[in-house]
């Protein structure tokens, strides 16, 4: 089973920029569709984008116009651009299989937005 490790969050001034990683222990080309989720405190995890194998993609309203998803099967990583960031995507931030079905989650990488 592949394991996917997520990287790139921080803290960020609201308005602000990042780019999380996800990147894959073997090889993500014959992974259909992959996204990134995320969970804020007390509350349920959610799908913010996914994207499958040709690159075709979706992201949340709460995102749209602002987060852009895009992997690169040769490198074996999934990306998250989150440009316009708000105080209310504050949460720790996962990347699975879409649907993730029966997998394990990773420790994920937290994003806190500050106003």
């Known amino acids: 089973q592949v394991q996917l490790v997520e990287s790139g969050g921080g803290l960020v001034q609201a308005g602000g920029s990042l780019r999380l990683s996800c990147t894959a222990s073997?090889?993500?080309?014959?992974?259909?569709?992959m996204g990134w989720y995320r969970q804020a405190p007390g509350k349920q995890r959610e799908l913010v984008a996914h994207?499958?194998?040709?690159?075709?993609?979706n992201v949340a309203d709460s995102v749209k116009g602002r987060f852009t998803i895009s992997r690169d099967n040769a490198k074996n990583t999934m990306y998250l651009q989150m440009n316009s960031l708000k105080p209310e995507d504050t949460a720790v931030y996962y990347c699975?299989?879409?649907?993730?079905?029966?997998?394990?989650w990773g420790q994920g990488t937290r994003v806190t937005v500050s106003s």
């Open positions: 994207i499958n194998r040709g690159g075709m993609s």
């Open positions: 073997g090889s993500i080309f014959s992974i259909n569709t």
């Open positions: 699975n299989l879409v649907p993730s079905g029966t997998r394990s």
